[in-house]
């Protein structure tokens, strides 16, 4: 499986932006979708997870209510739609998959098998 982040850009505080993942090989209803970050001496942290069956969704307490994730079943079948941007939401974003189900290791940056590139994400004050 190979992942492909895109979407990424400057965006003033309280703007949008949408993030896409586009997949090569073969992805499962068994697997797990995931979208990280990463700030400049931080650690890579959990944003959103979903199962591929779209049954499931989980995200950080950070984000919840301002950020979606979700399948658009056409070129780029992994989107993080991302909304009221806070400066704070700064950073590299990476998509990820994994076998298995929404748990414990869906929030773990060490749970995922699969991860793309990252795409800067940057949000003016």
């Known amino acids: 499986v190979q992942l492909q982040a895109s979407g990424g850009g400057l965006v003033q505080a309280g703007g949008s932006l949408r993030l896409s993942c586009a997949t090569t090989g073969r992805i499962f209803s068994n697997y797990v979708m995931g979208w990280f970050r990463q700030a400049p001496g931080k650690e890579r942290e959990f944003v959103a997870a979903?199962?591929?069956?779209?049954?499931?969704?989980s995200y950080a307490d950070s984000v919840k209510g301002r950020f979606t994730i979700s399948r658009d079943n056409a070129k780029n079948p992994v989107v993080l739609q991302m909304s009221s941007l806070k400066p704070e939401d700064t950073a590299v974003y990476y998509c990820a998959a994994r076998e298995g189900i929404i748990n414990y290791y869906s929030r773990r940056p060490e749970g995922y098998a699969f991860w793309g590139q990252g795409t800067q994400v940057t949000v003016s004050s």
């Open positions: 979903m199962q591929w069956s779209g049954r499931s969704t």
